[in-house]
Nanobody, 124 residues
Framework: QVQLVESGGGLVQAGGSLRLSCTAS????????MGWFRQAPGKEREFVAV????????DYNDSMKGRFTISRDNAKNTVYLQMNSLKPEDTAVYYC?????????????????WGRGTQVSVSS
């Protein structure tokens, strides 16, 4: 497993942007597929985006496609989530997660390591 630490959350007005970062410990970061999930109060954890370990293939939740971009820098053991055109409904705690299974998983159960999350709040 890897240890994951998210950063970059905060309060932003609707239409604004934020970039989240997730830094992993360990020397095998480039063997993990990395994902972002979010959870709003009273709601289930929701898939946001994933990037594969090899070839950086990506997948997104349809509701965020075109607004959010996931990327990774293996030299820095870091995965990013660029969020543009933010809406109040994007308000949630955003979690970074790592999966050893390869590919582009999208279900929480497919990820074995999780960060503690970072709060994103979007005001109208």
């Amino acid at each position: 497993q890897v240890q994951l630490v998210e950063s970059g959350g905060g309060l932003v007005q609707a239409g604004g942007s934020l970039r989240l970062s997730c830094t992993a410990s360990g020397r095998t970061f480039d063997s993990y597929s990395m994902g972002w999930f979010r959870q709003a109060p009273g709601k289930e954890r929701e898939f946001v985006a994933v990037i594969s370990a090899i070839a950086s293939v990506t997948d997104y939740n349809d509701s965020m496609k075109g607004r959010f971009t996931i990327s990774r820098d293996n030299a820095k053991n870091t995965v990013y989530l660029q969020m543009n055109s933010l809406k109040p409904e994007d308000t949630a705690v955003y979690y970074c997660a790592a999966s050893e299974g390869g590919g582009i998983p999208s279900k929480p159960a497919q990820f074995g390591s999780w960060g503690r999350g970072t709060q994103v709040s979007v005001s109208s």
